[in-house]
């Protein structure tokens, strides 16, 4: 089944604690991103990927890392969290550019972790 | 910078009757729409998707239509049923550096009751 998973699914954390989001897709897509999802504000993109090795920011980075070593895994990292960064966080992955040019895009999301920073 | 915008919510309907779901944006160039929905405790699905302008995306009973002249893509159902209570994304995409990220709107809450 093609799928992307995420874990943990909740998570309750104290302010500073360094902690990892994991992600991944068993789809071959290339393209992968974050979001977090805040009452009112919709989703907003924290950093993509497209490709190994090829990360870059998006609208909210901040207090924020990824790596991607691999294809499928696309790691969030939290150094330090803070309270501020309680929210519900979405894993995505696509296909490659490549093939979304020809209107075959659709992005697929994990089913979500909602993190609390006390 | 792009930008979505969707009618305040949430909306509650009774069985049966007719759902619309503003959703205006803001891009440059031409870009391609989407609409997602999320159920309870679920990630989002795709709903459905409109890549030029004058396109119509449809799926499950919903449509809406690409309108650039009016920078719209309204969500609408003719008949909704309980099942379809969760939340919805209008989206957009764009190319250029940020190929691939979505903008979302905030999200409108529908709840139908039997």
């Known amino acids: 089944e093609a799928q992307v998973t995420q874990n943990p699914r909740y998570l309750i954390t104290v302010t500073g604690k360094k902690l990892t989001v994991t992600c991944s897709q068993n789809?071959?897509?290339?393209?992968m991103s974050w979001y977090r999802q805040d009452p009112g504000l919709g989703l907003r993109q924290i950093y993509y990927s497209m490709n190994v090795e090829v990360t870059d920011k998006g609208d909210v980075p901040e207090g924020y890392k990824v790596s991607r070593k691999e294809k499928r895994n696309f790691p969030l990292i939290l150094e330090s969290p803070s309270p501020n960064q309680t929210s519900l966080y979405f894993c995505a992955s696509s296909l490659p550019p490549g093939l979304a040019e020809s209107g075959d895009y659709e992005q697929y999301f994990g089913p979500g972790t909602r993190l609390t920073v006390t | 910078g792009n930008s979505v915008t969707q009618m305040e919510g949430p909306v509650t309907l009774s069985e049966e009757a007719f759902l619309t779901i503003n959703c205006t944006y803001t891009?440059?160039?031409?870009?391609?729409l989407f609409w997602y929905v999320q159920y309870p405790g679920e990630g989002l699905q795709l709903l459905l998707k409109a890549t030029k302008a004058d396109d119509k995306g449809s799926n499950k009973g919903f449509e809406a239509t690409y309108r650039k002249e009016t920078t719209s893509f309204h969500l609408e159902k003719g008949s909704v049923q309980v099942s379809d209570s969760a939340v919805y994304f209008c989206a957009l995409r764009s190319g250029g550096t940020s190929y691939g990220k979505l903008t979302f709107g905030q999200g409108t809450i529908l709840t139908v009751h039997p």
């Open positions: 891009a440059t160039g031409y870009p391609s």
């Open positions: 789809m071959n897509h290339e393209y």
